[in-house]
């Protein structure tokens, strides 16, 4: 198994963190334990400083190893070392530390160093005598900023050269932060120019959303004082304005994503941007930077106190002038609670870099443990290779629009936003979200209401419903969103973060109906722990289903799990394992069995259920060797079905929280097309990862009726 890789960058502001990021994603996606390493750092721990891409690495995925075990030297610890002549000590220093993570990792990804002020050629002198000596394969990240193509290869070459004469193998060569209107030109020198016929190279544009600071960033390098705004910290800074002069001649000069710097005592100038952000017609600002450490008086406070989603309005000591040549000075770079800037790095790795390619590259064996990091990445992946229509019908809300503009910038999904188009244009604003090209629908304006009503009429007028009661109907968004997906217009929906479950899910009972063979409606909580992922059925839905109906929510949890990766094994739960116990409970899981494995003799052969059996029998081998050993389920099922939703509801819960377990659902199993409820806590990641799961059992669907020719 290639255990390690070593990215190295030609040049200091190469974008090398962006790439980082998007091997982190790939490789956690395939491996289950994986380390990151730098072999030396520029920050100075005495001032509690920390290097920020170690950070970032080691929270966005979770790694175990301390901080400390993720670097060799500080900058100033290999500065003492050099001047004495030590060099000799500092390699072995790094190769001691990155030695004592590869025992406890199944894979060490370094990244190397650059330098401000250092020569860049010293850099990689270092940088290749590691790679070396760790016998690391290596990933080149050339900086192609301001660069011609002619010049870019040039630099590669020379870089590539002295990689190969120190017998280093470079597995692929990135190009960062190219010209758009360069790259077609740029991939076709370098592949007449590779070193080697089965490097790969990649050449991705640059991206002024990761090269801009963000207001937080900004305010954090410069010591401010957050005034307002702190919610919109992630604002990113396009360029600053320096506001000066008479308010006429301020607003014209007003650009998207300006950062207004100005005295602390410029009302005027605060007032009148506040004023200009709440505009449909002015372009958006990121911030307002105040100087000289003055800040508004107390009537004008009052007045940005009564604005909404305001700005961010920072404070610093410097005056003017200073103030803008520091914030000139700035360097972006991806901070770990900047998920915005790191949703849109992963974005543009995985359309510029061809995932698959580069992972056969690098990893010679996968892993059979899923963590919840793996899981989830995984669900995003499966969820691109046939992108699907989902309808999101609460537009408005705040959460929806952020997994929104995740889920479009990752390419994982088309979406459809229902709502009143002024309010959610008006939100996305606020939230200086990137939505611009988003579809957004508002039902009763929409050319296909009519269509829409009529069709509703048709089908539940022997209900007694009329034609003007279905149009009132049809202006519900859960009823609109579920009758474009009746319709073909649409291949899913989610919904719930402000409806209730019986609002979610009403109009699919009563138009989409079940599947074929199917009678019941269910649901299935993927539980994903630390090393595996379970099915939970059903945890959401059903009260107190019958033998028959458990029987069905059993064979829709089995090709739920099969659905996502999970190799499906049945375990009937009931307080009893075997035929040790009695009462109506434990017969109606024994009924359930037998009804189970005499329907999955025709709809799922190969099917291995096992019930009733208790909980600690069906997941430990050691108790099940006790209590059920010849059973083929026992101590290694992977589907739960609980005998009803008071089992289910609470287990699931206490697994959640005591385990400390990921948790993703409730899944909805059984209907003809997708409709998933949101819990209306839910936070981003859970939209982001329930959408994700819609677009996957609408793959399904097709597939299914393709198949049958339906």
């Not at 330098?115 to 590691?130: K, M, P, R, W």
């Not at 960062?176 to 790259?183: D, E, H, K, T």
């Not at 009148?272 to 003055?294: E, H, K, R, W």
Request: proline letters at 4%; one cysteine or more.
């Amino acid at each position: 198994m290639a255990n390690k890789l070593y990215v190295a960058a030609t040049e200091p502001r190469s974008g090398k963190s962006a790439i980082v990021l998007g091997l982190m994603e790939l490789l956690t996606r395939n491996i289950k334990n994986v380390a990151f390493f730098r072999p030396l750092i520029d920050v100075n721990h005495a001032r509690s400083e920390r290097d920020n891409t170690i950070n970032l690495i080691k929270s966005q995925y979770n790694l175990s190893a301390d901080y400390e075990e993720m670097y060799g030297y500080t900058v100033t610890e290999a500065n003492q070392l050099w001047s004495m002549g030590r060099h000799t000590e500092f390699i072995d220093g790094i190769m001691t530390k990155y030695n004592l993570l590869v025992d406890k990792a199944d894979f060490v990804l370094c990244e190397g160093f650059e330098l401000e002020g250092v020569s860049a050629s010293f850099d990689f002198d270092i940088n290749v005598e590691i790679i070396t000596n760790l016998g690391c394969p290596v990933i080149l990240v050339a900086g192609g900023r301001i660069k011609s193509p002619e010049e870019m290869v040039r630099s590669i070459k020379v870089y590539h050269e002295s990689l190969v004469d120190r017998k280093c193998h470079v597995v692929a060569t990135v190009v960062n932060r190219v010209a758009p209107g360069y790259l077609e030109m740029l991939e076709e020198k370098l592949s007449e120019r590779r070193v080697a016929e089965e490097e790969l190279i990649y050449v991705i544009p640059n991206d002024d959303n990761l090269g801009n600071p963000s207001v937080g960033e900004v305010g954090r390098l410069l010591n401010a004082e957050i005034l307002y705004g702190e919610e919109n910290l992630t604002r990113h800074v396009r360029s600053f304005t320096i506001a000066a002069m008479q308010l006429r001649n301020l607003l014209e000069r007003i650009d998207y994503g300006s950062l207004i710097i100005t005295p602390g005592d410029r009302s005027d100038v605060v007032l009148a941007c506040l004023a200009a952000v709440q505009s449909m017609t002015m372009p958006n600002i990121s911030g307002i930077m105040l100087t000289g450490g003055l800040v508004p008086e107390a009537p004008v406070q009052r007045v940005i106190e009564g604005f909404q989603d305001t700005v961010p309005i920072i404070s610093v000591g410097e005056n003017t002038y200073q103030a803008a040549i520091r914030v000139e000075k700035i360097h972006a770079s991806i901070t770990p609670d900047n998920t915005r800037k790191i949703t849109q790095a992963l974005a543009v790795f995985e359309r510029y870099i061809d995932t698959e390619e580069l992972s056969d590259k690098i990893i010679k064996t996968k892993t059979t443990t899923v963590t919840p990091k793996m899981f989830e990445s995984q669900l995003l992946q499966r969820a691109k290779t046939d992108k699907q229509h989902i309808v999101l019908p609460e537009g408005e809300d705040g959460r929806i629009l952020r997994a929104a503009e995740i889920l479009l910038r990752r390419e994982v999904v088309d979406i459809t936003l229902l709502g009143d188009e002024n309010k959610v244009r008006e939100r996305i604003k606020s939230l200086s979200l990137h939505l611009e090209n988003v579809t957004i629908i508002e039902p009763k304006k929409s050319p296909l209401f009519e269509d829409y009503a009529g069709t509703y009429y048709e089908l539940r007028k022997d209900r007694g419903i009329t034609l003007d009661k279905s149009r009132d109907i049809m202006d519900d968004w859960n009823y609109y969103g579920t009758m474009m997906i009746y319709k073909g217009h649409a291949d899913g929906m989610v919904s719930g973060a402000i409806h209730t479950t019986a609002d979610t899910i009403r109009p699919a009972f009563q138009f989409i109906k079940t599947t074929p063979g199917c009678s019941i409606v269910s649901s299935v909580m993927l539980m994903c722990l630390e090393d595996r992922v379970l099915a939970y059925g059903d945890c959401a839905v059903n009260p107190d289903p019958t033998a028959e109906e458990l029987a069905e929510i059993a064979l829709s949890s089995a090709r739920t799990a099969e659905l996502f990766g999970i190799m499906p094994r049945v375990a009937m739960l009931s307080y009893s394992s075997g035929r040790s116990g009695k009462g109506r409970q434990v017969e109606k899981v024994r009924e359930a069995t037998e009804f189970a494995r005499e329907k999955a003799l025709t709809l799922y052969p190969g099917l291995e259920i096992e019930g009733p059996i208790q909980y600690d029998a069906a997941i430990d081998p050691t108790v099940a060797r006790t209590k059920m050993p010849e059973s083929r389920v026992a101590g290694r099922a992977t589907v739960f079905i609980f005998p009803d939703l008071n089992t289910g509801n609470n287990t699931y819960k206490a697994v959640q929280r005591s385990a400390g377990a990921v948790v993703i659902g409730p899944i909805l199993q059984g209907l003809k097309k997708p409709v998933n409820d949101l819990s209306r806590g839910c936070l981003v990641p859970d939209i982001v990862n329930t959408v994700a799961i819609t677009a996957v059992q609408a793959q399904a669907e097709k597939t299914s009726a393709h198949r049958f020719g339906k």
